[in-house]
């Protein structure tokens, strides 16, 4: 299983973006998808966790009602959408795999990575 994420870049506060999160070799469907980011200096930290049915998400309480994630199993590909960005929301964003489980996203159980796109949110 590949993971790529696409879609990050430059963009001013308040601005939008749509992640993507793009898997080959194998399917999606039966695993949770995790966002993650990554600021300089800082840790990795969980964005949003979607199950495996797409039925719940959860959000890190840092962007709640910002940002959106969903994810269409034809297309084999898990998306974030970035609302309302703000200064602190840069930093590398990943999409990870827990495979077989229906939720639960932690960086230490994630499985598959991708290798991350860069949001930098500037004036």
């Known amino acids: 299983l590949q993971l790529v994420e696409s879609g990050g870049g430059l963009v001013q506060p308040g601005g939008s973006l749509r992640l993507s999160c793009a898997a080959s070799?194998?399917?999606?469907?039966?695993?949770?998808i995790g966002w993650f980011r990554q600021a300089p200096g800082k840790e990795r930290e969980g964005v949003s966790c979607?199950?495996?049915?797409?039925?719940?998400?959860n959000y890190a309480d840092s962007v709640k009602g910002r940002f959106t994630t969903f994810r269409d199993n034809a297309k084999n590909t898990v998306y974030l959408q970035l609302n309302s960005l703000k200064l602190e929301d840069t930093a590398v964003y990943y999409c990870?795999?827990?495979?077989?489980?229906?939720?639960?996203?932690?960086?230490?159980?994630?499985?598959?990575w991708g290798k991350g796109t860069q949001i930098i949110v500037s004036k």
């Open positions: 990870a795999v827990r495979q077989y489980a229906s939720s639960g996203c932690s960086p230490d159980v994630m499985e598959y």
């Open positions: 070799g194998a399917t999606l469907t039966p695993h949770a």
């Open positions: 979607v199950s495996s049915s797409g039925g719940t998400t």
